[in-house]
């Protein structure tokens, strides 16, 4: 579907031109409001978080900042991988672009922007909308069970306590790996098309694809551990078990702050896990303030590379209109 508003005769159609202009109005409250969120945060937790970055050291907070965004890489590569396999092959540039701006809907209440954003970034790509939004749905699965899975790798070597308190967790494994089967993924996106009264549009996974994006997946989760051990690290010292514990503890916390759909990007339940599973480690008010840090870094890494994908996707379209004109 493209979005050029010049019918064949080259002229502006008025009701392409419209919608048009909607989806940019769209996009533009889509971006004021992440950008509110994200400030609303940063202005109110400012002083804890200056607090944590006296007590780090400037490597460990430059570390963790570029294994938060090659961690956001991986991601985007597994997303990329599972949209391909699915019928839709979108290039490195427009898929970074898509999955980048789009990470800003997770910081909107709602849990449901990200995927809402991606869905219509993608239009421009000729992505169908069922099929981007079931990606979109299917990453999140695959994510969650890579964690789980390097939370259950991790956790029992490390620390017993944050697995006890939030064993529950742990139940959601053998539903998402049923989610998760090819023959499953084809019956409950089919059905939940019919459900909604639209034609439905299986996904066809391949074992292939289905296991390139659980592979990124997992080397997203060994970017996260190094990014949240290196912090850990200058408050705890080194250790085998830093790692390990840094690692599980912070997939675990994610997984729950995802479950938890009602607050913005798992906030709040998030660092409750983390203080519970560092107390062996770190005091807790030490450790709060180390997953506060976690988030910001995280935070700044998602609007930095957000900003860098929308200029560079203004700089094509424009590259594009000038080569049309010519």
């Known amino acids: ?42 202005t109110s937790r400012w002083d804890e978080v200056r607090s944590g970055l006296d007590m780090l050291t400037p490597g460990a907070v430059v570390v963790s900042v570029l ?33 980048l701006i789009s990470q800003l809907g997770k910081y909107i209440p709602g849990s449901v922007w990200t995927v809402l954003a991606q869905v219509e970034l993608a239009r421009e790509h000729e992505v169908p909308a069922r099929r981007s939004a079931t990606v979109s749905l299917l990453t999140l699965c695959v994510t969650t069970l890579a964690g789980l899975v390097a939370a259950s790798l991790t956790l029992p070597f490390s620390s017993t306590t944050v697995s006890r308190d939030y064993g ?11 989610l998760l089967h090819p023959r499953s993924v084809a019956t409950w ?24 994006g659980v592979a990124w997946a997992m080397l997203t989760w060994a970017a996260l551990g190094v990014h949240f051990g290196v912090l850990v690290r200058s408050v705890a ?9 840094s690692l599980g503890v912070f997939a675990l916390a994610w997984v729950a702050g995802f479950l938890f759909v009602v607050a913005p990007a798992g906030a709040g339940v998030r660092e409750a896990v983390l203080v519970l599973g560092l107390s062996s480690v ?3 008010g030490a450790a709060l303030v180390l997953a506060l840090v976690s988030r910001v870094v995280l935070v700044v890494v998602d609007v930095v590379l957000a900003g860098v994908a929308l200029c560079l996707g203004r700089r094509s379209v424009s590259m594009a209109r000038q080569r049309s004109a010519g």
Do not use: H, Q
């Not at 597994?78 to 979108?90: C, E, H, K, T, Y």
């Not at 909604?196 to 391949?206: N, V, W």
């Not at 010292?237 to 514990?245: I, K, N």
């Open 282 to 284: 770190v005091p807790a």
């Open 237 to 245: 010292g080194s250790g085998p078990e830093t790692w390990s514990l």
């Open 1 to 42: 579907m493209s979005n050029d508003p010049r019918g064949p005769s080259g002229l502006p159609e008025p009701g392409k031109v419209g919608v048009s202009r909607l989806r940019r109005i769209v996009r533009a409250v889509f971006l004021v409001l992440a950008a509110s969120f994200c400030a609303v945060f940063f």
């Open 168 to 178: 529950w967790v742990f139940l959601t494994a053998p539903l998402l790996l049923l």
């Open 67 to 99: 294994t938060g965004a090659l961690a956001t890489v991986f991601s985007l590569l597994g997303w990329r991988a599972l949209l391909a396999d699915a019928g839709s092959p979108v290039a490195v540039r427009p898929a970074a672009r898509i999955f």
């Open 189 to 212: 996106s089919g059905l939940a098309f019919r459900l909604l009264r639209r034609k439905p549009e299986p996904l066809l996974l391949s074992w292939r694809g289905l296991g390139a």
